[in-house]
């Protein structure tokens, strides 16, 4: 084996018998991004001869990544580092400042990698073709996408680019991909993350995750990204667990609800198929299922584009020429003229879409007929997770109403596009932590993404339910031909 | 036609903490350009808001020291529109739950007390100062995010006489609670009108103006007093008012239309997701309301008690807290029971000395033993009324004592008889007219000997002894 093929949690014990070192990893994982980049374009601003790290050394072994290089999404904001969310109009930007999630990553010894990860335009998507970069290709597949918005993330970690990748999810943009991609994606409970420094799309949905080869990696890298952050007034202080306790093989007598609401036509047969047969495996392992109703999830995906453009209309009124970033060269008349230039060049058509969407959400007079009222029924949605989890531990669901889809297949039809999401919102609409981890593959060859669902702050039911069907199952073993 | 002006004021009050609103930058003012400035003020990119708690605290004790209620449950907003100074392209601010509601303040109208009351009270980030040069338009940062307060009136103010009291007095209550400096100079404390006319008896209010760049209170009262005359003569011409926002221009003494209702923004308010929503608890209600010091309306009440002041001396002395400190200090230190001579000394001559000085009674230099010593000196028929007034002056100035200033000149009055009636000997010798004047049954000839004698020894006559002395002389001759 490669050490670009390896898990944290293999390089961690080689590094631990001094069997490899952080620069051997380093040079391994550069050696196949020259190999399979070409490929993927799973990082933007690649320069293959700048190809370092940010090295940090940390003895604190209990919350040790020591040595072990993260890829980090190009919305995460690094001291020095571009972060421009891919897009034009954050063209140069080079924050002063860490993500708090970036600075637990040095404090517990690993190595940011100063190339970012390919993603749709400020998160807006998911098929990560809305970005100023290119598309990124989907390793099992490269005619087909690798899912978004963090499709570069899930890419790399898929096509061992990556030994693992931070993302964001605000609607699905990590476990999407993850499931497209074949990997283990998570979006933690909301407030359990510090979002300082992750450059908002909906500050209300926005969690930053992990996105792994095993789920074993998963919790290690969730052990030091999450906990309170008093620079994020979202974030809950409240004990962080040491999430490897959950990593029990055994599910006997965990309850697993069935929501018949997402098993719904025009779900893809085989997925269908898969996901069933997945539930299947659960229950031979000891679980127990049993059908529940979610009745208010046909209103999830209009709630959700409610809410998140609202945000996001307001989020990115910052992006206007004045402090940093792109300001166009046109705009010598007036200040408007210099923020509709600005603005008109240095965002892509899917932010301006979003932004006029959620501009006209708030608008005066129709406020309460559209954003107010979605906030509402975001309530009712959230009550529906809650009345389920009294009975049961866990939401099995799929995490995509079809595999991977082709570049170019949906991009031109952003209706399509959103229902691609269609199982991923509820969660962040609620609140409530979700997993997706590959539970099989279609005919095709490409992979299918299984959704855990759990009560908020319950992210050990998702290690333990997810570790169990892992260990029992071949599926997050296989590797894509590249 | 006669009509009834209708005011509600807004005051911005910046909120005195060290550090502004939501991050933790300096709030001294006057420093370099962008000097006190950070990613979260800033704006940047993935930055985040954290309330300052001493901001929330001050603005409960404002809002309980102006008879609010304070929501249990409230938020911020965000306010969104584009302008330069505004670095995220929002203010966060309150909207719809702000968080102190329906309090009152009472100002004294034609010396009976009315009440004015207050709608509500809420906190938001200041923005940034645009300056002009040239072709350039140039941000200061340091201003942004700075604590303020919005206090809103409701419109129960009649005149722009009333809506100065009000000021006045919302000023004295803020400056007691020590929550800021309310200096308009520095912007501390910022204000627009809105006003309306209606005819006498009218329920409905008229259509309002907004009036905006009020730098100071007199261009409150000034700019109100101008609003009335225009709105008075456009509705006296059967035309109708135009809701608009006009600019008070303080060099030609006049408003000016800045923009109409249908070019008024829409600002889309919505809840800042990156504040959640909070409750405030009784317990901390209940825990500021102690720490609120006794406000100028209670000590004016307690000073007339205790020292027998009246209301009008009273509401001189308690507008500012320091002032009312050091004159309470004076109060309790004068040792005769009436108070009234100290407290003419107070709000007279060392009032007028401040006045010239531009600063409080407190910070002329004299202190409360000082100025008691001084008026020892005329209660002992030692220095007349008159000198002891520029005695004061002399204090003021070189800081002496006035028993140094009245050794120094040789101030002491001529009480005694004996070297007195040499000198009005002499007066009355010269002056055999006005002698017989005063016999004849003309009393003010008895004033001009006594003005004689007065010039004669340099003021230091005692002009009462004198003026018994000349009269017995007088009447037995």
Excluded at chain 1, 171 to 182: D, K, V, Y
């Amino acid at each position: 084996m490669e050490l670009y093929e390896l898990t944290c949690h293999e390089l961690l014990s080689k590094i631990n018998e001094e069997k490899t070192s952080s620069q051997q990893i380093i040079r391994s994982l550069k050696d196949r991004i020259e190999l399979t980049e070409s490929k993927v374009n799973a990082y933007v601003r690649l320069n293959i001869n700048d190809f370092t790290c940010e090295h940090t050394h940390n003895a604190n072994s209990a919350l040790s990544l020591q040595g072990i290089p993260a890829s980090i999404k190009d919305n995460i904001c690094t001291e020095g580092i571009n972060t421009e969310c891919c897009s034009r109009i954050l063209g140069g930007f080079k924050p002063p400042y860490d993500a708090t999630v970036i600075q637990k990553l040095k404090d517990a010894g690993a190595s940011i990698i100063k190339t970012k990860t390919n993603m749709d335009e400020f998160a807006f998507g998911s098929s990560t073709e809305n970005s100023c970069f290119g598309p990124t290709h989907n390793p099992w597949q490269q005619d087909c996408v690798p899912g978004g918005s963090s499709g570069g993330s899930a890419a790399a970690v898929a096509a061992d680019e990556a030994v693992f990748a931070l993302g964001s999810d605000t609607g699905g943009s990590i476990r999407q991909p993850a499931a497209f991609c074949g990997i283990v994606g998570l979006k933690p409970t909301y407030g359990s993350v510090s979002r300082y420094g992750l450059i908002a799309f909906a500050s209300s949905l926005d969690q930053i995750g992990p996105l792994t080869k095993d789920v074993r990696d998963c919790a290690l890298v969730m052990n030091v990204i999450s906990g309170y952050d008093s620079k994020d007034s979202t974030s809950v202080n409240r004990i962080v667990p040491d999430y490897t306790q959950a990593l029990i093989n055994d599910v006997t007598g965990i309850r697993i609800g069935i929501p018949q609401e997402y098993f719904i036509e025009g779900i893809d047969p085989e997925v269908k198929e898969i996901v069933e047969a997945a539930i299947a495996k659960l229950t031979l392992l000891g679980a127990i299922h049993k059908p529940v109703s979610l009745p208010h999830t046909e209103y999830a995906v209009p709630v959700y584009y409610l809410i998140a453009t609202a945000e996001a209309s307001s989020n990115l009124a910052r992006y206007d020429g004045v402090q940093y970033g792109f300001r166009s060269c046109q705009s010598r008349q007036s200040l408007l003229d210099m923020y509709k230039k600005t603005r008109g060049e240095g965002f892509g058509e899917e932010a301006k879409r979003r932004i006029l969407l959620g501009t006209f959400a708030l608008s005066h007079g129709y406020y309460d007929a559209y954003y107010l009222r979605a906030l509402k029924v975001r309530t009712r949605i959230k009550e529906d997770f809650d009345a389920v989890f009294k009975d049961f531990d866990c939401i099995i669901t799929p995490t995509t109403p079809t595999p991977a889809f082709g570049i170019g297949e949906k991009s031109k039809n952003p209706l399509q596009m959103y229902l691609s999401d269609i199982f991923t919102i509820s969660p962040n609409l609620a609140g409530i932590p979700a997993i997706s981890i590959p539970c099989g593959f279609t005919k095709k060859g490409l992979p299918v993404g299984l959704q855990i669902l759990a009560q908020t702050f319950n992210e050990e039911m998702l290690f333990k339910v997810a570790y169990t069907f892992e260990q029992n199952t071949p599926w997050h073993l296989k590797k894509p031909k590249l | 036609m006669e009509y009834e002006s209708v005011i509600g004021l807004e005051v911005h009050v910046h909120v005195k903490t060290a550090t502004k609103a939501f991050c933790g930058c300096s709030t001294q003012f006057g420093n370099q350009a962008n000097s006190q400035v950070c990613p979260v003020c800033l704006g940047f990119p993935g930055t985040l808001p954290v309330l300052n708690s001493k901001f929330l605290d001050s603005a409960i004790k404002v809002g309980l020291a102006l008879n609010c209620t304070i929501q249990e449950f409230t938020k911020f907003d965000r306010k969104n529109y584009f302008y330069p100074d505004l670095p995220k392209n929002y203010q966060i601010s309150q909207y719809d739950l702000p968080l102190a509601l329906h309090g009152f303040i009472e100002i004294n109208t034609n010396a009976a007390s009315k009440r004015i009351n207050i709608l509500r009270v809420h906190m938001e980030e200041d923005a940034g100062k645009l300056m002009h040069k040239d072709e350039l338009s140039l941000v200061d940062f340091n201003r942004t995010g700075m604590p303020l307060l919005e206090i809103v009136s409701e419109p129960d103010l009649h005149s722009p006489q009333e809506a100065y009291d009000y000021l006045t007095i919302l000023k004295s209550i803020i400056q007691y609670l020590d929550v800021s400096d309310c200096d308009m100079e520095k912007g501390s404390l910022r204000c627009d009108a809105n006003i309306s006319l209606r005819q006498i008896g009218e329920q409905r209010l008229g259509t309002k103006a907004e009036l905006k760049n009020l730098n100071s209170f007199k261009a409150v009262k000034d700019s109100l007093t101008f609003e009335i005359k225009r709105q008075a003569e456009i509705l006296g011409r059967g035309e109708k008012i135009i809701q608009e926002t006009r600019l008070w221009d303080a060099k030609e003494l006049k408003t000016v239309s800045m923009r109409s209702k249908e070019e008024a923004k829409d600002y889309r308010y919505f809840p800042e997701p990156d504040l959640t929503p909070f409750l405030i608890t009784k317990e901390k209600i209940d825990k500021i309301r102690t720490t609120i010091p006794e406000l100028p309306k209670e000590k004016a009440l307690r000073l007339i008690r205790e020292y027998g002041l009246t209301e009008y001396d009273a509401g001189i002395l308690v507008l500012d807290r320091k002032d009312a400190d050091y004159a309470e200090n004076c109060l309790m230190s004068y040792a005769p029971a009436d108070k009234k001579p100290i407290a003419n000394w107070l709000i007279g001559p060392l009032l007028s000395e401040a006045h010239s000085l531009n600063c409080g009674i407190c910070e002329t230099g004299v202190s409360p033993a000082h100025l008691i010593e001084l008026i020892s000196f005329v209660e002992k028929q030692q220095i007349s009324h008159l000198t002891a007034k520029s005695v004061l002056s002399e204090m003021v100035k070189s800081k002496k004592t006035a028993s140094l200033i009245i050794k120094e000149k040789d101030l002491i009055q001529i009480s005694d008889t004996e070297s007195l009636q040499g000198i009005i000997e002499e007066i009355l010798n010269a002056n055999q007219k006005s002698v017989q004047d005063y016999k004849a049954g003309k009393e003010n000839a008895c004033m001009f000997l006594v003005g004689q004698v007065m010039k004669k020894t340099g003021s230091r006559a005692n002009p009462k002894v004198v003026g018994e002395l000349l009269k017995r002389r007088l009447s037995d001759a």
